[in-house]
């Protein structure tokens, strides 16, 4: 039994542009993440977590199995990438999400701009999280491929700062990378879904 797949991407590999190209796509699907995918299968093979949910595999290696811990949790973080974008994205966050934003985080102008920094302020590899954390959201950064499952938190918005991510369309750019991410590729409709899981 497999216990990771390499998922399809909801859209084709062009429909993201001008903001992140097919070639990026391509690159970044198929080799990048096939890779966590297939190393991360063989990791398992063999170790009493095979047959888990990734969820439950990412928390177990952390600490305890580097090799799979780096793929476990990247093949997370992916899996819900790929989800928390879509063509034509962005745009007005929903009711619900937008009320806990404005409460915790000090409304959608403030929290763009924080996450943005966040993504920013992350040195090398990593990403960049809206997370629900003890009922509260929260902005968080995390290196390599950890996520804020290890910290307690429920991840319901990730942004990937690899350069892989954006190296094709951005060269040394992030900022403009984070920025084009929150204006115009969100999918809010998928966050608003995990916001609501995490906060059941």
Do not use: C
Not at 14 to 40: C, I, N, Q, R
Not at 117 to 127: D, K, L, N, T, V
Not at 135 to 159: Q, S
């Amino acid at each position: 039994m497999m216990t990771f797949t390499l998922p399809e991407l909801p859209y084709a590999y062009d429909a993201l542009g001008p903001y992140m190209s097919k070639e990026t796509l391509e690159f970044h699907h198929d080799k990048h993440h096939k890779a966590y995918v297939d190393t991360g299968n063989k990791l398992l093979e063999g170790t009493d977590l095979a047959g888990k949910s990734v969820e439950e595999i990412v928390k177990a290696a952390y600490n305890t199995n580097q090799a799979l811990f780096n793929n476990a949790g990247q093949h997370y973080n992916h899996i819900h990438f790929w989800q928390w974008m879509k063509p034509n994205g962005g745009g007005a966050i929903p009711g619900a999400l937008a009320k806990k934003i404005d409460e915790d985080l000090g409304g959608a102008e403030k929290f763009k701009a924080d996450f943005i920094q966040a993504g920013i302020g992350q040195f090398g590899s990593g990403w960049a999280w809206l997370a629900v954390k003890d009922g509260k959201l929260a902005i968080m950064k995390t290196p390599n491929g950890e996520n804020p499952l290890v910290h307690g938190a429920k991840p319901i918005l990730g942004v990937d700062v690899w350069e892989h991510s954006y190296y094709i369309d951005y060269r040394n750019r992030r900022p403009d990378y984070l920025k084009a991410f929150i204006e115009n590729l969100v999918n809010w409709e998928h966050v608003e879904k995990m916001f609501a899981e995490a906060t059941a």
